[in-house]
């Protein structure tokens, strides 16, 4: 606990940010600013709340942080499917953004089993 920056999925994510952020200060995205920010806000919330659950100093108060960053990845997901179909997102863009959401989704339910156990082993 405390080291963030060593947890491949928290690297993930902050990727997935830096790009999201870059895609999103060009074309359409520039005139939207509803769905702009909201995704930037998601996509942030992402390796934010991994970092911040993981500098705390319980399982139980990490394992919440995790959780919530796992819902802003279905967050991403959704805004980038409404993205997609409306012109926003080519194939391409969109792919990379669904499939990295749904592998930093599955490395965040590994991180929480893994803490569970932890917690469990604990008490």
Excluded at 80 to 99: M, P, S
Aim: net charge neutral; glycine share 6%.
């Amino acid at each position: 606990m405390g080291d963030f920056q060593k947890l491949k999925v928290w690297e993930r994510a902050k990727e997935l940010a830096i790009f999201l952020y870059k895609l999103t200060a060009q074309g359409e995205w520039k005139r939207d600013y509803g769905l702009r920010d909201q995704i930037r806000r998601a996509v942030v919330s992402i390796p934010s709340n991994i970092a911040e659950g993981d500098e705390l100093d319980t399982d139980r108060q990490a394992i919440r942080h995790f959780y919530i960053a796992k819902g802003s990845s279905g967050e991403v997901r959704t805004q980038a499917i409404i993205a997609h179909e409306i012109g926003y997102l080519d194939k391409e863009q969109f792919d990379h953004v669904e499939e990295e959401c749904r592998v930093i989704s599955s490395m965040l339910a590994k991180l929480i089993r893994s803490r569970i156990i932890g917690k469990n082993k604990q008490d």
